[in-house]
């Protein structure tokens, strides 16, 4: 059984007899967690439509674009010299699961032109499965302790942080509950240490954030947090790394959501400049 036939039979338990979302923007469409299940299943399964730059594409990656636009002719769309991902009413739609970085000169070039949605999937819950190399076996599904938070799409923001407070662009996180299947090949006694993860695939939509302007940063603060707080305060409080957390209060800062207060002996010091709400 492959991790994609595995998780294709569990999707199969979730999915209604639903029609998968109209198509028409994203406002029209909202967040609808039957669709999301049905776009899931259909990735797991391989039965996506084909098109430009699908042919290595991840079964997290074409649910998400498949949910989003379910319209063959809108999706793998050519633009001003770029493959977008989406190209519909709602203007262009471009699903990036990791790496920001690579984006970066790919969307300056498009939003001097266009209005551009950048989605990003956060696993706000994870199963953990294991994959025999040599048999094939999977076995292990265990649910892993670590939660996301929203506040874990700032490990990438950050890598786009000029371009974040641009009028053309709106942000999406979407919060996933997801498989991730990973190879008993690393190290230790269990192989599980540094082990290589084979693919995730997703199960349901739990939530979507949307950030539409720069006030709205405020929906990717953690609750918990002190009137005033350090970076490290902040790292705790979103369960992210430090670095993700100092790149986050730059964000935060250049937003005007978050001002700096002084210093804490070498630490910096912030507060929030109104409620975290948005």
Not at 57 to 82: N, Q
Not at 103 to 125: D, G, I, N, S
Request: aromatic fraction near 8%.
């Amino acid at each position: 059984c492959t991790p994609l036939r595995a998780a294709r039979l569990h999707l199969q338990t979730l999915c209604a007899a639903v029609t998968i979302g109209s198509g028409f923007g994203l406002e029209a469409f909202g967040m609808d967690k039957q669709a999301f299940a049905r776009a899931a299943a259909k990735a797991a399964d391989g039965a996506a439509d084909s098109g430009i730059g699908t042919r290595n594409e991840s079964p997290l990656h074409a649910a998400l674009k498949l949910y989003f636009e379910p319209r063959c002719a809108f999706r793998e769309v050519p633009v001003d010299g770029y493959i977008v991902d989406i190209k519909n009413e709602a203007g262009i739609i471009e699903i990036q699961t990791r790496n920001f970085l690579k984006l970066k000169r790919k969307l300056a070039a498009l939003l001097e032109h266009h209005a551009v949605t950048l989605v990003y999937p956060v696993a706000a819950v994870k199963w953990v499965l294991w994959i025999d190399p040599d048999t094939g076996e999977i076995t292990g599904r265990r649910k892993s302790p670590k939660r996301c938070l929203p506040a874990a799409a700032f490990a990438e923001l950050g890598c786009i942080q000029g371009l974040l407070l641009h009028p053309n662009l709106r942000i999406r996180i979407a919060m996933l509950e997801l498989e991730e299947y990973k190879y008993l090949n690393g190290y230790g006694e269990n192989r599980k240490r540094r082990a290589t993860r084979a693919v995730r695939v997703p199960l349901g939509l739990l939530d979507e954030i949307s950030v539409d302007a720069p006030a709205q940063f405020t929906r990717l603060i953690p609750p918990g947090l002190p009137p005033c707080f350090t970076a490290e305060a902040f790292r705790k409080a979103a369960g992210i790394s430090l670095s993700a957390a100092q790149a986050a209060l730059r964000i935060l800062c250049a937003a005007g959501v978050a001002v700096h207060t002084g210093k804490q002996g070498r630490r910096y010091v912030y507060a929030l400049a109104g409620p975290a709400t948005g």
